[in-house]
Structure formats: C-alpha cells, structure tokens
C-alpha cells in the first residue's frame, strides 16, 4: 500500500512532536516543519496533505496557503488554529483550505478527519467503475475520474472539498442535499453547532459558478443547499 507524505508545519514543537509521533504510528510519513518559509519550500516537493498552524515565525499559515494555492489547487490543506475568533478560520476556508481544528487538537481527531480527506481523493475515481466517468448538470460538466470540472468548456479551478461537495450536489441536482449530509460525507465528521465551514466552501463555489447561465446553488434556510437547474434556459 502506498504511504501517504504529509506535511506538518507548527511552531508549537512539542504538540508537533506529538502529532508527528500519532501520525507515522499510522502509517504517515510526515515531514515536520516548525517555521512558514520551510513550509512553503517544503510544500513544494509532492504531498498527500499539508497541515498548517495559522500563528507560526517568518510567513504565518495563511501566507502560506495563499502562496501555495497560487500553483497547487489539488493537496488538502487543514489548518490548525489557537485563536478563538472564527475570522482566521473562515479566512482560510475562503483561501482555499479544505478544513480546519482548533488548537490544542487531539491526534485521532485530527487523523479521522486526515483520512476522510484522503478516502474522498482515492475513492471518486473508483467509484466511476459502476458509472459514467462523467456528469453534465446544465453548462456544467465534470469528469469524476480525472477530477475535473468544466463550467461552459472553461476548467474551473477547485479544491479537493469543493470539487467534492460540487460532485454531491451535481449527482443529487434540484434536490436537497443536508448540511449534515455534507460534513459526514465530505469531511468526514458531524456538523458542528457554530461550524461554518460548509456555509464558506459554498460561498467559494457560488463565485466560481457566477458566470453560469443554467446553475445556482440555493440555500434552503436551516436545512442545507440544492443546485438549481434551469432546464428552460436557450
């Protein structure tokens, strides 16, 4: 089987220690990081999944998300966080992570929500092996083997949870998908009292689809989103 490489990038180096230890007990080989320079120049050479803590020395976690996604739509990115206030949390989302943990986190949390990431990356492809590779929503196409989407022939440019959450309202078109259904699904956890993530990976996905003539992601109030299909559209 082969062994997933994950990047991990925390000043905190005793909680890093720790993760890193939990991490390659399971199988992970990690490469540890404690400072946001060596995280981007490690970022550079191929990984599974990048971890970054938001508050670290020379870049802080966010500078290197944004440097990152600049070239690298493709690598989940989780970013750890100490702060309370949830502005550095919705800010990452917004840059394209595709998830987050408050800090101090415990290591099986973290490594539930490391492996539903990477489930969802091996499992898309092999589930078109009883389906079509494709499907077409609208003006909107995309190919689930090769993880691409397509908004009127243009390549639109996703994260791994975008692409994901795109994929369940696409096979469920004009129906309710649930909020609830979308955290256990994608991100592999229960939705959260005050979690806003799937609320910011929707608001991502709604500026990337603007420019459709046939697609809108509706929010059906206090219970999730369907994507509207306008069927009569020339």
Do not use: W
């Not at 120049?41 to 020379?58: V, Y």
């Not at 092996?129 to 083997?145: A, I, K, R, T, W």
């Not at 994901?164 to 979308?182: C, F, H, N, R, W």
């Amino acid at each position: 089987m082969t062994q997933h490489n994950i990047l991990l990038a925390d000043d905190d180096i005793v909680l890093a220690e720790m993760l890193t230890e939990y991490l390659q007990g399971e199988g992970f080989d990690v490469t540890l990081v404690h400072n946001g320079e060596d995280a981007l120049e490690a970022s550079k050479s191929p990984k599974d999944m990048i971890i970054l803590d938001i508050m670290m020395p020379k870049m802080d976690g966010l500078e290197v998300l944004k440097a990152v996604r600049q070239t690298d739509t493709d690598t989940p990115v989780i970013m750890l966080t100490a702060r309370g206030d949830d502005i550095d949390r919705i800010l990452g989302l917004e840059l394209g992570a595709d998830d987050y943990m408050p800090k101090p986190c415990n290591p099986r949390e973290l490594l539930a929500r490391v492996k539903a990431i990477l489930r969802r990356a091996s499992t898309s492809g092999k589930a078109s092996s009883s389906q079509s590779d494709l499907l077409n929503v609208g003006d909107l196409e995309m190919n689930v083997h090769n993880r691409q989407a397509k908004l009127q022939d243009e390549v639109l440019i996703l994260t791994q949870t975008e692409f994901d959450i795109l994929q369940l309202l696409m096979q469920s078109a004009d129906e309710l998908i649930t909020k609830q259904k979308i955290s256990e699904d994608i991100l592999g956890r229960k939705l959260g009292a005050y979690d806003r993530s799937i609320d910011v990976h929707i608001s991502n996905l709604r500026r990337k689809l603007s420019q459709s003539t046939m697609l809108n992601i509706q929010t059906v109030r206090g219970s999730g989103y369907l994507l509207n299909v306008k069927r009569d559209a020339a």
